[in-house]
């Protein structure tokens, strides 16, 4: 106890001292030139799950990540981000460093970024990362709990609203899936915005993964088959957004096809849908819809068999741009996988408040 | 007849003034907004160039200046006019629309004044500034001075 207790507080002071060099560096006496600001994002939520089989009453309050985010000027071309939280769970307090990259805007609308950044495969990894303040729903799509990348350290060459159609793209290499150096990931990613706040984007993906028992950060994808199967893999992840926001009707669908091969077993896919459509009434009050699908084959050795959908209703009220509260109820049926195999299903509510203190 | 011929320089006047105010309707917001720049590309752009510029879709000028953002910002009305002619929001969906932009990391954020005053002490001291103001009464450096031209058959800034 004393052990995790001492453990405990190295995080806290470890978070603190980042927070104290923060605050140091914003003073306009260090940094005169230099344009620093510092915001930070929170969510806290209450959730009440409802179990079929059981016929059972979970019943929980939560403390969300808690993130502070830094931008700075360094001089005329080159810019700092670096986006870092802290967690709470089971028992744990968990610190995370999401974001800490320099970006070269060398000449228009065309850059260059190096450090760690959220791998750009969606428009949801690209826009939202982890501050539910922006989250259309209560939270991710499930693909991020299996498929998607979501942070990556490498080099980035990005270009932005480019000709008419204010297209994209964003192009990085960086380390493998698993963080493994030798073998680099590789992305393309591209995106057209042909109305405001309409964005369409599609991306290719590809990571070999010498040893698939090697555990990152659990955002890496789940690689839930970690532990039965350590081979290589060739992980290949495709995607599809279209997000249309800025108006009356809301709309974000995120399409993921993921297809491993392995030596093994051959070449195995899964596929996951998210749906959102949501209504703003008077950009304050926004009731919405979502459905949320994800498939894995039995023979797919990163995640293994996988079957599960999620659909709901919800309301969004929005009291001002920098806090909000969404009230969520959504059922979902995890279909027999490798680690489970019955039929799991409940209910769950959520009352989620998300803020940015800007 | 010749309370025409004796007049008609007034008519003449009354009507280009006319004139004049029409045009100005069609190629301005109104004539409350006013674009000024500091060591910006062209004296002259589009509306729909001027929208592209404030909403983040242009990071750098050809002449190698980072382009910055100055607004004139908070909950008055000059604010709602602002926020509904250059963006078509309310207030509210302007700050929802700059925070999310900042957070994403593909736009510095503006720089926000309170008043016309500060707005201009800032755009004097960047380069590579634009600024919009609403009913600005502050006296504006010729060199500041930006016009809006018709967008049919004008070159856009992209």
Redesign the interface.
């Known amino acids: 106890m004393i052990k995790t207790i001492l453990t405990n507080y190295k995080k806290i002071m470890k978070f603190n001292y980042l927070f104290l060099l923060t605050l140091i560096y914003s003073s306009t006496g260090l940094l005169a030139q230099g344009n620093f600001n510092v915001k930070g994002f929170g969510s806290m939520e209450h959730n009440l799950e409802y179990h079929q089989d059981v016929e059972e009453f979970d019943l929980a309050w939560q403390l969300g990540e808690q993130s502070l985010f830094v931008t700075g000027d360094m001089g005329n071309k080159f810019s700092f981000l670096g986006e870092f939280s802290l967690g709470y769970r089971g028992g744990d307090i968990h610190a995370n460093l999401h974001r800490a990259r320099i970006k070269c805007n060398y000449v228009g609308n065309h850059s260059l970024m190096i450090g760690q950044m959220h791998t750009p495969v969606n428009y949801w990894n690209d826009v939202y990362y982890h501050a539910r303040i922006f989250f259309p729903t209560t939270d991710r799509p499930l693909a991020f709990s299996y498929f998607i990348p979501v942070h990556s350290i490498g080099i980035r060459a990005q270009g932005q609203n480019l000709g008419k159609l204010n297209f994209g793209y964003d192009i990085q290499t960086g380390n493998s899936l698993t963080g493994d150096g030798n073998n680099p990931a590789v992305l393309g990613a591209f995106h057209i915005k042909p109305v405001d706040g309409m964005r369409i984007g599609a991306s290719y993906y590809y990571s070999y993964i010498p040893q698939n028992n090697t555990m990152q950060h659990m955002h890496q994808g789940s690689g839930m088959m970690g532990s039965m199967y350590a081979g290589s893999l060739d992980y290949q992840l495709i995607n599809f957004s279209f997000a249309r926001f800025e108006t009356k009707l809301e709309i974000l669908n995120e399409f993921s096809m993921v297809s491993s091969r392995s030596d093994t077993l051959g070449v195995a896919e899964g596929y996951g849908n998210y749906l959102y459509i949501g209504y703003n009434i008077k950009e304050k009050y926004t009731p919405y819809i979502l459905l949320d699908m994800l498939k894995n084959e039995n023979n797919e050795l990163r995640n293994g068999l996988v079957n599960q959908l999620k659909y709901g209703v919800g309301y969004k009220h929005q009291f001002n741009p920098l806090i909000n509260l969404k009230c969520q109820i959504e059922r979902y049926t995890f279909n027999p996988n490798w680690a489970n195999n019955s039929t799991s299903n409940y209910y769950e509510f959520i009352l989620q408040l998300s803020y940015a203190i800007y | 007849m010749q309370y025409i011929k004796s007049n008609i320089s007034v008519f003449v006047t009354v009507a280009f003034l006319f004139l004049m105010i029409g045009n100005c309707s069609a190629q301005n917001y109104s004539s409350r907004i006013r674009i000024c720049g500091n060591s910006i590309d062209e004296k002259s752009y589009t509306k729909s160039d001027i929208k592209?510029i404030f909403?983040g879709?242009?990071?750098?000028w050809?002449n190698?200046?980072?382009v910055i953002l100055v607004l004139r910002f908070n909950e008055d009305e000059k604010s709602q006019h602002l926020a509904k002619a250059i963006y078509n929001?309310?207030t509210?969906?302007v700050?929802?629309?700059w925070?999310?932009l900042?957070?994403?990391?593909?736009s510095?954020?503006p720089?926000f004044a309170d008043s016309n005053e500060e707005a201009l002490l800032m755009l004097a001291k960047h380069k590579g500034s634009i600024g919009v103001f609403v009913d600005c009464k502050e006296e504006i450096p010729t060199e500041f001075k930006v016009s809006i031209i018709k967008s049919e058959n004008e070159k856009?800034i992209?």
Do not use: H, I, T, Y
């Open positions: 592209s909403k879709e242009k990071s750098r050809k190698g200046n980072s929001k309310s509210q969906g700050k929802k629309f925070l999310g900042v957070f994403s990391g593909r510095n954020a720089l856009s992209k």
